[in-house]
């Protein structure tokens, strides 16, 4: 077996016991899952929310996996589990707080104040700060389709919108997402 | 850039296109290098998009979530998730893990009669579905690939430590063994299968702290 897969099974194997023991109310061994899955939560709430909000809807998030780990019946990973929950949470934080949503992009580019540099290492900083820029409806299109590796159908469902407007939503976040990288 | 073509380009670089329209399109990129520049731009950001990598958050979150689970556990009726709130993080060198492993043996033997004892319908009610299933052959793998690292490793311990090491190593494969016997009777019973999980667990740990420590030597 190549280390690295000998590596991956010891680590899928260690969240698999810990997952069991933080169903049964270990909390250390539920501390070790967010240790190990926090980066890639946080990184997905900040990208679909606004930066500000990113602490609290994650810690929620952890929470409410801590509420529901009884239901987790080991269908998929945890990490996809987890994956799943927190974007449930994140769409029913956007319909809570009843922010205006699938908004195209205007005709004003809502990147215009991004500043703008050549392509070099900081470019997936700038990348992250245009993508932070993005109309919500647009953002959470292009996070959810070509960060995350959603596809329309599953997205539409999530959003409750047809998969045309997911992938009209997504064609314009390209746009405006290239013409920053354009200049 | 406004022509017809241009807001099918993201179906296009993402092959949603039948094959007609993506066939007219091709037709088109090889006419207007307007589109096949744009295109060449999404392709970027598509790249950029699937690059991009996870960051810690700034501050550590952790406190806020155990406030908040301990604080769901009180809610919870007594019993039903024990150890929430008094659980500590250890970490354990190798001679602790090896007397670890010790003091594991003498609780299992306790641990699965203790679990194999008649149980009351209350019990039963609070027992979930976790089984084993899920995770013990990927352990079985990991387990014998460790051992076989051991095996080719163990020259570089001294002969003391590796007597020891063995000597755990038998005790707790015979404390899983113990474990499965009793899980193929009650395959549903929590306790084994959580038992069997941190048997399983101390077991890999110990295999890799005694590799990592041969490895240094």
């Known amino acids: 077996m190549p280390r690295q897969v000998l590596e991956d099974t010891l680590t899928a194997d260690s969240i698999a016991a810990d997952t069991a023991l933080a169903a049964s109310g270990d909390a250390t061994a539920f501390e070790r899952l967010y240790r190990t899955h926090v980066a890639r939560i946080h990184t997905l709430v900040r990208r679909m929310l606004d930066a500000d909000e990113a602490d609290d809807v994650t810690q929620d998030v952890f929470i409410r996996a801590w509420q529901k780990l009884s239901t987790f019946r080991g269908e998929s990973a945890f990490g996809t589990w987890l994956h799943r929950l927190a974007v449930n949470v994140v769409l029913a934080r956007r319909k809570s707080v009843g922010v205006e949503r699938g908004r195209f992009i205007a005709a004003d580019d809502p990147l215009d104040d991004v500043s703008s540099k050549p392509v070099t290492l900081e470019l997936s900083m700038d990348f992250e700060e245009a993508l932070a820029r993005l109309p919500e409806g647009a953002r959470q299109v292009f996070v959810l389709h070509d960060v995350e590796g959603y596809r329309h159908e599953e997205i539409a469902r999530m959003l409750g919108v047809v998969p045309g407007t997911s992938k009209s939503q997504l064609h314009h976040a390209r746009m405006a997402l290239r013409r920053h990288l354009d200049r | ?22 066939v007219a399109l091709e037709a088109h990129l090889a006419t207007c290098g307007q589109c096949y520049a744009i295109l060449g731009e999404l392709r970027q950001v598509v790249t950029l998009a699937k690059a991009l990598e996870d960051r810690e958050p700034p501050n550590d979150l952790w406190a ?19 150890g929430v709130s008094g659980s500590r993080r250890f970490s354990l060198t190798v001679p602790q893990l090896l007397a670890a492993s010790i003091a594991l043996v003498l609780l299992s033997g306790g641990g699965v009669w203790m679990a ?20 013990t052959s990927p352990t079985d793998v990991a387990v014998a690939e460790l051992q076989d690292a051991l095996a080719r490793n163990e020259s570089r311990l001294d002969t003391a430590t590796v007597r020891v090491v063995r000597q755990n190593l038998a005790v707790i494969d015979r404390a899983i063994a113990e474990a499965r016997v009793a899980l193929e009777r009650d395959p549903g ?17 110990l295999l890799r702290r005694v590799n990592a420590l041969a490895a240094e030597s």
């Open chain 2, 116 to 135: 194999l004892r008649p149980t009351s319908v209350a019990d039963k009610r609070e027992r979930t579905t976790i089984t084993s299933v899920a995770w």
């Open chain 2, 189 to 205: 019973n929590t306790y084994l299968n959580l038992h069997l999980a941190n048997t399983m667990r101390r077991k890999v740990e």
């Open chain 2, 1 to 22: 850039m406004n022509d017809i073509w241009t807001n099918r380009l993201s179906e296009y670089l993402d092959g949603e296109l039948g094959n007609d329209e993506r």
């Open chain 2, 64 to 82: 806020g979530i155990r406030a908040g689970i301990t604080a769901d556990a009180a809610r919870l009726t007594p019993g039903r998730r024990p």
